[in-house]
C-alpha cells in the first residue's frame, strides 16, 4: 500500500512533467524528477521527516537542473533560429520586383522583403520588372536593371 507522503511526491511529480509541455526548457521535468525520487526514498523509508524530505529535493533538483540540463540540452536541441534585426543590412545585388514606374525623374516603389520601399534609378524600370539593389540612402533604395 502506498503511504499518502508518498502519493503526495508522486503526484507532485506527475505535475512537474505535465507543466513541462506548457513550460519548455528542461527545468520543470528535472523537479518532477527529483519528486519521483524522493516518492521513492519516502516509500522505502529512507527519510520520514518532511524538513529533511524538502531538503533532499531541492539539493536533488539543484543538481540536475545545474549539471544535467546542458547535457540533456545538447543531446535534445530544439527549433530555434534567429533572424538578423538590423534594418542597415541591405544585400546589394538582392532582386526587387518594381510596384511603381522609377525612372530618372520620379521615384517609384519596389517591394523587398515583404515591404514596399521608395526607389530610385537612372534607367527607367516599368511594373513588374526586376531590379537589382545597388545601393541605399534613408529610406531610399537605388536599384538597376536586371
Not at 509541455?21 to 528542461?26: E, K, N, S, T
Not at 525520487?37 to 539539493?59: E, P, Q, R
Not at 545585388?93 to 521615384?107: C, I, M, R
Request: proline share 1%; charged share 25%; no cysteine.
Amino acid at each position: 500500500m502506498i503511504h499518502t507522503e508518498t502519493m503526495a511526491w508522486l503526484i507532485l511529480a506527475g505535475i512537474f512533467f505535465l507543466l513541462e509541455f506548457v513550460i519548455p526548457g528542461a527545468i520543470v521535468s528535472f523537479l518532477g524528477l527529483s519528486s519521483l525520487i524522493i516518492a521513492g526514498l519516502v516509500h522505502f523509508g529512507y527519510t520520514d521527516n518532511l524538513l529533511v524530505t524538502v531538503t533532499y529535493w531541492m539539493i536533488l533538483s539543484i543538481i540536475f537542473i545545474v549539471f544535467f540540463r546542458g547535457f540533456i540540452l545538447r543531446l535534445l536541441p530544439g527549433d530555434s533560429r534567429v533572424d538578423s534585426t538590423d534594418e542597415d543590412e541591405f544585400e546589394n545585388g538582392a532582386k526587387v520586383t518594381v510596384l511603381e514606374t522609377v525612372d530618372g525623374k520620379n521615384q517609384g516603389r519596389v517591394r523587398y522583403r515583404e515591404s514596399s520601399w521608395e526607389a530610385l534609378s537612372e534607367q527607367e524600370i516599368q511594373v513588374g520588372e526586376v531590379a537589382r539593389i545597388v545601393g541605399r540612402e534613408g529610406k531610399k533604395l537605388f536599384i538597376k536593371k536586371d
